[in-house]
Structures are given as C-alpha cells and as structure tokens.
C-alpha cells in the first residue's frame, strides 16, 4: 500500500554536502514515521534519523549537528540533508516508512500497522 523510493546519493568529498529524498507513493496517510538508516560494508544497520508526521526528530549521536531531517506537508517527501560529511558516513542509506492502522469514514485504508523499505541510495564519501 506504500511503497518508498531513496534518491539522491552519490560521491563527495569529505566536509561536503549531499540531500537525499525518499519519497513514498500509494496510501502515504498511513506513514506515521520515516525513519533513515545507514548500513556500511561489513556493519549493522544504523538509525541515522527519525521524523513524525508531528515532526519531531531524533538522530544518531554520530550525525547530530551534521545531518537534518525534513519532511513536505503530505509526508510524502522526506529529506536528509548531510553536511561536514566524513568518510565514515560512507555506507547505503535507506528510508523505511512506519505505517499505522488508517481507518476513513469506516473504510480500513491500511488495516493493520506494518513498514516499508526502499532499496537505498550508495553514499561514498572521499578523504
């Protein structure tokens, strides 16, 4: 019912910029969260940063004053603007959509809570 697409990655230098999108398409009502994570070769996958429909936001120690989460009014474009980027933020980025239970006008619009991954975006960053 909600499918999300990252776009947006790339290679840059470190102290460099990037913004990556994810947007998601279908019954976006339903998204209560998006959620960035980050896996690099060899690692666990990381929480990076987390935005609420009501767009409160947390982040990883590691990217708090670098990186920003932003989303459009709709929830259906969330952003992640990374500055003074290292090489340690190389990794692939993925946006993952929380979806809850949506019900409109009696009508199940998502009938159960669930999440929805996209396929990630390749972040390379060069010392």
């Known amino acids: 019912q909600v499918q999300v697409v990252e776009s947006g990655g790339g290679l840059v230098q470190a102290g460099g910029s990037l913004r990556l999108s994810c947007a998601a398409s279908g019954d976006t009502i339903c998204i209560s969260a998006v959620n960035w994570y980050r896996q690099a070769p060899g690692k666990g996958r990381e929480l990076v940063a987390h935005?609420?429909?009501?767009?409160?936001?947390n982040y990883a120690d590691s990217v708090k004053g670098r990186f920003s989460i932003s989303r459009d009014n709709t929830m259906s474009t969330v952003f992640l603007e990374m500055s003074g980027m290292k090489p340690e933020d190389t990794a692939v980025y993925l946006c993952e959509a929380e979806i809850r239970r949506t019900v409109v006008l009696a009508q199940p619009i998502c009938p159960s809570a669930s999440t929805s991954w996209g396929r990630g975006t390749q972040v390379t960053v060069s010392s």
């Open positions: 935005i609420t429909r009501d767009s409160n936001t």
